[in-house]
């Protein structure tokens, strides 16, 4: 029998059961659709915040208080845990500037508060910073000034303000020259930086900045630093930059570290290039898990493909007798049903796509409104390319057995079958 | 191998369930068919005869004794062969038709030939044949319930000898018909014969049975007796019943 023959005979047998064919092949479209608006998602969103980061440059460096603990690699979980470690100052920002290879280097501490305006307030993240920072950041006030020299080293009680600050606490009204009141302590608004946009993570349109002395001796009441971010002058010296970096702070430290054993470091350097991959991964990590939440819904579409491939073996003892009689060998039977089996799962895999490739794209435009970033919508080839063979492996695996079943039935039982 | 018996069956026995259950479907079947020969096998239900027709089609195996088509034996063959004797070289013609549903006539009496290696072009002739010997050609895109019980037991024939078999096996072939229905099948099954096909006919009707050449009375599992036809009948001349 020829491959097209047993594609025709398939047809002709699910067409003849339009409604049970198709209800079955929904559970494959299920399956597969969930799976590919999960992967679309998961890669949409590691897109998004890839973008970010690297928007800020791929010369960054972060250095952050605290030693390298093999077992915890997150920036965020050692800015929440190890907040109190006080070995990083402003000194040392300053001494690393003067190294060469550094293009900037921008201080911060940072914190949350409630910022007051007349009748009106909300919660902000404050970050006190130096004029270096917006630099790196590559934003720019649309109104008013950004921060200056001057306002560090006065310790001014002077505040710049993200985009949506401003707009919720001043409307359309102009805030630059205007008084909010933080802890009680009047700032006077200088600048509003312009709209940047942000993920679900960190949104720098919700931030305040704020002199780095003045954040630290007002707000924090604190002499050290949480991170001091490095932008260096160019990629390739970023490597040699990093150890020059780790040796000038264990001497200003005092800590005798020959081997170099980032243990024993107060410190650790992080680049941008390691921050992107750890967050990623971790978001591949989270992407894969949702897509395995996704396959359950596939298997239990192969297994609806089972049983009815079960009903219809039943149904169908008669004719396959008769195939028997007029010269099928068991290897024609077997593979006529798993083709129809095939055929089930494809055609499902095939919907599945059409139907998560809709979704996702739906899902993409609602997320980027939302968080009001152009989301990148990924359909990739591999997770198409996935869900079509693992169909057709639903089908292969979930029909094996039914079409097993038939080949090995005797053809007069069969054929006496009514 | 003695090429004028196409069939060879010797001591042929069949036995179901085992103990004080053990029943003999047959018990000691033997007999030649030639080449060419137009043979009835005669018996009330029960006496065995299905089970010797699928013995003989290769559907079924013997529990002992031996049979030969063509020489061959079916437990030295494997499933491919067999299915292939099945295929090319018998022909089966069933009391309830066995028609695929849902499938017209054309395709119905092309499913031989699905299992064939033959072109596409040579599986249309040779359907379009087999349908033409049995006058069937004026029905090729209708389904099987859209026929006559008579005219679905011609499409039948026309597809037990589209792959132009050695033996064809008739097992009631006129029981679920109407009598001028059934003259007309055994018409050309008579007209087939005598273009030299063998036949292998299966029936509990006496006047059925004449029409053939030689006649084996089958009961209890045994052959109680054999005879050649003096008087054949010939469905072509009318009904006489």
Known sequence: MEFIDFLKTSFNTLMANKTRSFLTT???VIGISSVIVMVSIGSGAQKLIVNRISAMGSNTIFIEPGAFDPKKSSMTQTAIEEAEVKTLKYSDALAISKLPGVEMVAPWVMGVETVVYQDKNKRVTFIGTTPENQKIDGTSPILGRGLEDGDVKSMDRVVLLGYKVSKDLFGDENPIGKTLRIKNINFKVIGVLEEKGGGAFMNPDDYIYLP??????LLLGIDYVRVIVVKAESEQVIDSLVQEMREILRQRHHIFNPENDLTKDDFKITTQVEATEMLSSVLSVLTLFLSSVAAIALVVGGIGIMNIMFVSVTERTKEIGLRKAVGARKKDILIQFLVEAVVLTFLGGIGGIILGAGVSFLAGLILGHLLNQPWVFVLSVKAIIIAVSISVGTGLVFGIYPAYKAANLSPIQALRYE | MNSNFIIEAQNLKKIYGQGEAKTFALNGVSFKVKQGEFLSIMGPSGCGKSTLMHIIGFLDYPTSGTYKFEGKSPNELTDSEI???RNKK???IFQFFNLLPRTTV?????LPLVYTKLSNKEKQKRALQALEAVGMSHR??????????????RVAIARAIVNQPKV???DEPTGNLDSKSGQKVMEILQKLN???QTIILVTHEKYTSEMAERIIYLKDGRIIGEERVHQRKFAKDGLVK
Not at chain 2, 106 to 110: D, H, I, Q, S, T
Not at chain 2, 142 to 153: R, T, V
């Open chain 2, 83 to 85: 299915s292939e004797i």
């Open chain 1, 212 to 217: 780095l002395t003045t954040a630290q001796k």
């Open chain 2, 140 to 153: 090729l895109k209708f389904y099987p319930n859209q026929l006559s019980g008579g005219e679905q037991q």
């Open chain 2, 106 to 110: 054309l395709e119905n009496v092309k």
């Open chain 1, 26 to 28: 929904l559970g494959i």
């Open chain 2, 168 to 170: 064809i096996l008739a």
């Open chain 2, 90 to 92: 018998i022909g089966f």
């Open chain 2, 194 to 196: 005598e273009q030299g």
